[in-house]
T-cell receptor, first 110, second 113 residues
């Protein structure tokens, strides 16, 4: 079945440093979504990418969807303590339910 | 944005009992809801897709007789963990699809003693 892997599993950065998490799917995706889950909370939708090679920005967050629509990345510029949490990518294939990646847990040291 | 409410937030039960978790879409109608399970520090694993008015679709390896799903209305889906055992202890989260975006409930933490 479809697998979605994320690296790294965990990253600890100093406040102000940049952070990137990478997502790779074993199959071609129709879309990819990103979610953030704060400790003890539930996942919250961040963004959806649909087009091959698409790049979207939300303030300090930059999201990319690969040309082959099998990989994606989330880059945070100048991290803040409020960025702490686990970031999940989730791959969609047509009308099938999303498959979530393994997640990257981000810790930001003030 | 859309709101999905899950109840209860946490529940402790004895081994062998059944527990029902409710998932409601508060301001939109959801013909499809999804039930996920999340172990500590792990990803969300899809258990089943709940379809209003029809049988749920279960993922491979998920026992449909153990995890009963009912989606009787466009705003309510329920997950019943039957004859719960300690290994069923987990964080159960529902989500509803609205225009391709998933909105998640707050989650229900189940502890089976």
């Amino acid at each position: 079945g479809q697998q979605v892997m994320q690296i790294p599993q965990y990253q600890h950065v100093q406040e102000g440093e940049d952070f990137t998490t990478y997502c790779n799917s074993s199959t071609t995706l129709s879309n990819i979504q990103w979610y953030k889950q704060r400790p003890g909370g539930h996942p919250v939708f961040l963004i959806q990418l649909v087009k091959s090679g698409e790049v979207k920005k939300q303030k300090r967050l930059t999201f990319q969807f690969g040309e082959a629509k099998k990989n994606s990345s989330l880059h945070i510029t100048a991290t803040q303590t409020t960025d702490v949490g686990t970031y999940f990518c989730a791959g969609g294939r047509g009308r099938r339910a999303l498959t979530f990646g393994s997640g990257t847990r981000l810790q930001v040291q003030p | 944005g859309a709101v999905v409410s899950q109840h209860p937030s946490w529940v402790i039960c004895k081994s062998g009992t059944s527990v029902k978790i409710e998932c409601r879409s508060l301001d939109f109608q959801a013909t499809t809801m999804f039930w996920y399970r999340q172990f500590p520090k792990q990803s969300l694993m899809l258990m089943a897709t709940s379809n209003e008015g029809s049988k749920a679709t279960y993922e491979q390896g998920v026992e449909k007789d153990k995890f009963l799903i009912n989606h009787a209305s466009l705003t309510l889906s329920t997950l019943t963990v039957t004859s719960a055992h300690p290994e069923d202890s987990s964080f159960y989260i529902c989500s509803a699809d609205m225009s391709g975006e998933l909105f998640f409930g707050e989650g229900s933490r189940l502890t089976v003693l």
